[in-house]
């Protein structure tokens, strides 16, 4: 264009264009004088249609230039711009004569420095917080001894053969491992799908489902680990049916995926050690556990027994359990006798008041039978009377052999001796001591002795 108002000599008319000519001139200067230029500025007006494609604008704190990023191209975009997000963007300047405005094609963004960085993460942290993923009321408790553990990680490098290690270690388990990019374009895309497809695993299966899941990375610097500060990979840890450990980094570093795991473990290590106890720690806790039962069964069989002699102390002896059943037979022993008289006395004076009533043959008949039914009764109750006071007697001569037998005379004719101080038992060498003099009585007879001074 400047060559062809080059070539007009003063006072000739300027040269006519269309519009779409002029448009088109335009366009190509933009392209040919700047083709891929990187530019810096702050994040702006985002917008993603269902189109897939993405429209943003980049100010300073004077100008503002469109971006655009069509839908192949944000696929493969390793920061998605964010508004307020200060950025680096890379792609080429073209002019859109529909609306007479040059736009700017991006085709790589990235973040302007890690203070920007950082403001991005808090950012998110506060929106993901809001919705409550940080709560810890929905953090699920991790299994006491799992069956199986995923890991979601590089599968080379020393964070594998240190969580595999430990694991062998403390508790043999099975391990299975879901390989993936921990940094990097497209990593945080295949850690959330890692996470997703070992909840989508059934538990029992050809391949079962694990009881826990640990992902992890070792350390490095904040763009390196910013594949776990990434929206996707935050929400896919929230949303796991398996309890999650969150190993990323070291320490000191802290990402997004740590709030909303079900435990933060400082370093891949720490987080094996977190899902596996000490077998050997186990086995001595459960041999404790044994000893300690046998040691409460026997202290409680000894406490019962104290009890029970306690108890055995404090009932009434043989002779005195016996002692009112005895004084009770000897007296209605004595009233019986007295018993049958009376009333053998009461039936005869009925019977004489009843034969005053009668007429004399018809009486004297009557007197005959009832003095025959009478002499009948006497010699029953006479036979009666002893017959009772036998089985009387014998019962009690039963319960006197009985507490001969629980006496402590029986115990005598076995060989042993009863020490007493005057009417009181001795019981120890101490109260033995303190005694003038001693009876003992043995199976046959008691003797006398005098303790040596």
């Known amino acids: ?46 917008s993603r249609p269902k189109s897939g494609h993405m429209y943003f604008d980049l100010k300073d704190d004077r100008n503002v230039i469109s971006c655009t990023s069509w839908k192949g191209q944000v696929a493969g975009l390793a920061v998605l711009p964010e508004e307020g997000l200060e ?66 990680t590089s599968p080379s490098g020393a964070v594998i053969r240190d969580i595999l290690h430990r694991v062998r270690d403390r508790f043999p388990r099975k391990v299975l491992i879901w390989p993936v990019a921990v940094q990097g374009k497209g990593s945080a895309e295949e850690v959330a799908r890692a996470i997703e497809g070992f909840n989508g695993l059934t538990p029992g299966g050809a391949l079962p489902r694990p009881d826990v899941l640990i992902v992890a990375r ?18 896919a840890a929230a949303a ?48 404790s556990y044994g000893a300690r039962a046998t040691q409460a069964v026997g202290q ?43 009333g053998n006395a009461q039936r005869r004076q009925k019977l004489t008041e009843v034969a005053a009533r009668l007429s004399p043959v018809p009486i004297r008949r009557d007197i005959a039978d009832k003095r025959r039914a009478l002499a009948g009764l006497s010699e029953r109750l006479r036979r009666a009377g002893p017959a009772q006071i036998t089985r009387w007697r014998d019962k009690l001569e039963g319960i006197d052999r009985l507490r001969e037998t629980l006496g402590y005379k029986a115990t005598l004719q076995r060989g042993y001796a009863v020490v007493r101080d005057g009417d009181a038992v001795v019981t120890s060498a101490a109260q033995a001591a303190r005694a003038k003099s001693l009876s003992i009585e043995f199976a046959d007879e008691s003797v006398t002795v005098t303790p040596d001074a």
Do not use: C
């Not at 991005?120 to 506060?126: G, I, P, Q, S």
């Not at 409550?132 to 553990?149: M, Q, V, W, Y």
């Not at 680990?225 to 929400?235: D, K, T």
């Open 1 to 46: 264009m400047a060559d062809l108002l080059d070539d007009l000599s003063p006072g000739q008319n300027l040269p006519e264009f269309t519009v779409t000519e002029l448009s088109g001139q335009v366009k190509r200067t933009l392209e040919d004088a700047f083709g891929r230029v990187r530019v810096r500025g702050e994040v702006s007006r985002v």
């Open 87 to 152: 950025v680096i963007v890379t792609g080429k300047l073209s002019a859109y004569g529909a609306q007479s405005r040059y736009n700017l094609n991006v085709d790589e963004v990235e973040v302007a420095g890690e203070g920007a960085l950082l403001a991005m993460l808090e950012k998110r942290k506060k929106m993901l917080e809001a919705e409550g993923l940080f709560d810890p009321a929905r953090k699920k408790p991790l299994p006491f001894l799992p069956g199986i553990i995923g890991v979601v």
């Open 218 to 235: 070792g350390g490095g610097s904040v763009e390196d680990l910013w594949g776990f500060n990434e929206e996707i990979v935050a929400r």
């Open 240 to 287: 796991s049916d398996i309890p999650l450990i969150s190993a990323v980094g070291h320490e000191t570093d802290t990402t997004l995926i740590d709030f909303v795991s079900d435990q933060r473990a400082p370093t891949p290590t720490a987080a094996a050690e977190m899902a596996v106890p000490v077998r050997l720690e186990l086995l001595a806790a459960v041999q």
């Open 300 to 342: 409680g069989i000894d406490r019962r027994r104290q009890r029970l002699a306690d108890l055995s102390r404090a009932l009434p002896g043989p002779d005195a359990l016996l002692d009112r059943p005895r004084r009770d037979l000897d007296r209605l022993s004595e009233r019986l006798p007295m018993a049958l008289e009376r």
